[in-house]
């Protein structure tokens, strides 16, 4: 039973554009999110996190959104850069603390 | 303190028999998880431990496969009898009880192919 879905399996984007990557959940109960990313042959890497009590949360070129009546989110990246190119995962966690990974989006940043 | 370490990176075994990885979390982190990964998919929880205890196994967990903790610092993943459907990457995660346990640091993987 999949709860976490990242319906866009890949992303093109040209450099110095804005990268939105969406993911979607259906447990109620997460509370806590987060997007890693990932490059061949790495272990995910964390890149930011939201609480379910807020609805964005901003570190430097990454901001996460968060919409608990749609239970969607989303991780904008401004400007992208060839080194966001890589595949990233939304994770969603209730207070169990286990990790509820999607199936990851690949993104490709075209200079 | 170099981050979570897994050990071996790749394994290649032939159906039928046993492997165990293992895994250092980072130094100072409490929990301990275990992920399996598949092509095309996101990590799948395990199990995870808390110290040395084994708090929550998943039903994929089966009987075959075996987690410990001794002493609450490295953990070992024991996969008895393997079958081809266990090849995979096996990640391993640590956090700290904090008030950010819920960020899981990972460590690179083990890659296993059962031929």
């Known amino acids: 039973d999949q709860q976490v879905k990242q319906n866009s399996p890949s992303l093109s984007v040209q450099e110095g554009r804005i990268s939105i990557l969406n993911c979607d959940y259906t447990n109620s109960m997460f509370d806590y999110f987060l997007w890693y990313k990932k490059y061949p042959a790495e272990g995910p890497t964390f890149l930011i996190s939201i609480s379910s009590i807020k609805d964005k949360n901003e570190d430097g070129r990454f901001t996460v959104f968060l919409n608990k009546s749609a239970k969607h989110l989303s991780l904008h990246i401004v400007p992208s850069q060839p080194g966001d190119s890589a595949v990233y995962f939304c994770?969603?966690?209730?207070?169990?603390?286990?990790?509820?990974f999607g199936a990851g989006t690949t993104v490709t940043v075209r200079a | 303190d170099t981050g979570v370490s897994q050990n071996p990176r790749h394994k290649i075994t032939k159906r039928g028999q046993n492997v165990t990885f293992r895994c250092d979390p980072i130094s100072e982190h409490n929990r301990l998880y275990w992920y399996r990964q598949t092509l095309g998919q996101g990590p799948e929880f395990l199990t995870y431990?808390?110290?040395?205890?084994?708090?929550?196994k998943s039903r994929l967990l089966s009987d075959r496969f075996s987690a410990e903790r001794p002493k609450g610092s490295f953990s070992t993943l024991e996969i008895q009898r393997t079958e081809q459907g266990a090849s995979a990457m096996y990640l391993c995660?640590?956090?700290?009880?904090?008030?950010?346990?819920?960020?899981?640091?990972f460590g690179p993987g083990t890659r296993l192919t059962v031929t």
């Open positions: 994770a969603a966690t209730t207070n169990d603390y286990k990790l509820s």
């Open positions: 995660a640590s956090s700290s009880l904090s008030e950010n346990s819920y960020e899981q640091y």
């Open positions: 431990f808390q110290n040395e205890a084994q708090l929550e």
